[in-house]
DNA sequence: ATAGGGTTAG
C-alpha cells in the first residue's frame, strides 16, 4: 500500500501485473480486507483484476474460514466474466471441503468439466481427502480410480489421503495394500503415512503392530513426533497395559519429544 | 504473481 502511495506521485502508472504482485504480498500477510479493496482502487484506475488476483482472494478466504467471502468473489468474477483456471478450481474446491460444504464440491467438480477444464492431480487429491473425511469413501475411491484410469499418477498425498480414508473407516486391509502400493511406486514412507497407520491401528486396537511400526519408522530414519507416541501410550493406558505405557513415555522424553516443556506432555498422557 | 499432505482419546 505504501508503495503505491509513493508511485502516485511519479510519473509511472502501475499496471495489472503490478496490483497483482501486491493483492498477492496482502494475502499472504493475511490482510484480506486491504486486498479486497485494492481491486476496488484498480476498478477506479480503469483497470480489471485477472483470474490470478481473484484466485489468490479466494483461496486466502477460505483458508481463514470466511467461505461466504470467496463465493461471492467466486461469484463477482462469473459476472465479470474472468476465466477460472483449474487453480482456481483447486483452491475452490479445497476450501469448500476443508470448510465441511462438501455437498456443494460436486457441483463444482462438475462445473469445471463443463467449462473444459481437466482436473489435475491437485484437484483430484483435494476431492478425495475431503470425500474421506465426510464419510464418502466410496466416492472418494471411485475417484482414485478415474484418476488411474486417464493414466493420471496420483502421488503421495493422493495415496495417502485414500490410505488414511480407510483407516478411519477401519479398513486396515485396503490401507495397508495401499501402504505396500505406496512402497512398490517408490515412495518413502514419511511421517503423515507411519502416522495415520499408528493411529488406524490402535483405534481397532491393535496396538501391538501400532508399537512394531513405530519400531520400524525408527529403524528406517522417519522421526516419530509426540502425537504418534501418545497415539500409543493412550492406547496402552486403554487396555491397561502400564508397563508398556510407561517404557514407551520414558522413550519419548528420552527423545526429546517434548514439544516445549515436560508438563505439556505429562498434562496430554491420560493417567 | 496462483494450488496440497491430516495431530488423529473420548
Redesign the pocket.
Known amino acids: 500500500m505504501d508503495l503505491l502511495k509513493e508511485m502516485s506521485g511519479t510519473s509511472t502508472k502501475p499496471d495489472?501485473?503490478f496490483y497483482?504482485?501486491v493483492?498477492?504480498g496482502l494475502c499472504e500477510q493475511n490482510k484480506l480486507e486491504e486486498a479486497k479493496a485494492l481491486v476496488g482502487e484498480m476498478k477506479k484506475c480503469g483497470i480489471e483484476a485477472?483470474?490470478?488476483?481473484y484466485?489468490?482472494l479466494i483461496?486466502a478466504y477460505f483458508k481463514r474460514g470466511n467461505e461466504s467471502e470467496a463465493l461471492k468473489l467466486l461469484e463477482q468474477m462469473q459476472d465479470l466474466r474472468i476465466v477460472p483456471?483449474?487453480?482456481?478450481y483447486?483452491?475452490l474446491i479445497?476450501g469448500l471441503c476443508?470448510s465441511g460444504l462438501i455437498d456443494k464440491v460436486s457441483y463444482f467438480f462438475k462445473r469445471m468439466s463443463d467449462m473444459g477444464l481437466q482436473p489435475?492431480?491437485?484437484?483430484y487429491?483435494?476431492l478425495i481427502?475431503g470425500l474421506c473425511r465426510n464419510n464418502c469413501l466410496e466416492e472418494a475411491e471411485k475417484l482414485f480410480d478415474e484418476m488411474l484410469i486417464k493414466r493420471m499418477a496420483p502421488?503421495?498425498?493422493?495415496y495417502?489421503?485414500l490410505m488414511?480414508g480407510n483407516l478411519k473407516h477401519g479398513k486396515l486391509h485396503e490401507a495397508f495394500s495401499l501402504r505396500d502400493k505406496m512402497v512398490e511406486i517408490g515412495f518413502e514412507l514419511d511421517?503423515?503415512?507411519y502416522?495415520?497407520l499408528i493411529?488406524g491401528l490402535c483405534?481397532v486396537g491393535q496396538v501391538q503392530e501400532a508399537r512394531n511400526l513405530l519400531s520400524e519408522m525408527i529403524e528406517k530414519g522417519v522421526f516419530p513426533?509426540?502425537?504418534v507416541y501418545l497415539?500409543i501410550i493412550?492406547k496402552y493406558h486403554?487396555l491397561g497395559y502400564m508397563t508398556e505405557a510407561n517404557e514407551l513415555r520414558n522413550e519419548m522424553i528420552k527423545r526429546g519429544l517434548v514439544n516445549g516443556n515436560k508438563d505439556s506432555v505429562e498434562s496430554?498422557v491420560?493417567t
Do not use: F, M
Open positions: 495489472v501485473s497483482g504482485t493483492v498477492w485477472n483470474h490470478i488476483i484466485t489468490a483461496d483456471t483449474v487453480v482456481t483447486c483452491a479445497d476443508k489435475n492431480v491437485l484437484v487429491t483435494a481427502d502421488d503421495r498425498a493422493a495417502t489421503s488414511d511421517l503423515p503415512i502416522g495415520s493411529w483405534k513426533d509426540e502425537a497415539c493412550n486403554d496430554n491420560r
